[in-house]
């Protein structure tokens, strides 16, 4: 059984994140509130792995790290691709892009998809930064 943590997201935490700043042509956060349990999407980040990331369908112009550190203290930096999280009903996705930089800040983003008729839309942005 997964443990719960007090760090579990919260719907004014999204809200936040959602509109940071105004602007016109915002997605609508309701429907998306609506369908997706944020309880199950607590325990999918706090539990995701990309160790498992089948490296044959990757393009050739990304290569996989083996140690984090080590690449970040030669001044590199990395990407993380999590795997996709789906709610209960199948009509929302999440994919979570995590960059991470020595010289810069970082940070990630939520690229929030939604199925209809059949076919996945891009529907929202959500970007947060990590300190």
Known sequence: MLRESKY???ESFLREQWEPIKTEGLPD???FLKAVCLKHLS???KHSDTTDIDQSLIDDSFSFVD??????DKGNSYCQISRPFINCSGEWGIVYLKCVSRLSASG???MIYRKVN????????VTMYLS
């Open 8 to 10: 579990d997201l919260t």
């Open 29 to 31: 956060i309701e429907p």
């Open 43 to 45: 325990l999918f980040i």
């Open 118 to 125: 059949g076919t996945w839309k891009f529907y929202h942005k």
């Open 108 to 110: 990630g983003d939520w």
């Open 67 to 72: 140690n984090k550190s080590e690449h970040i």
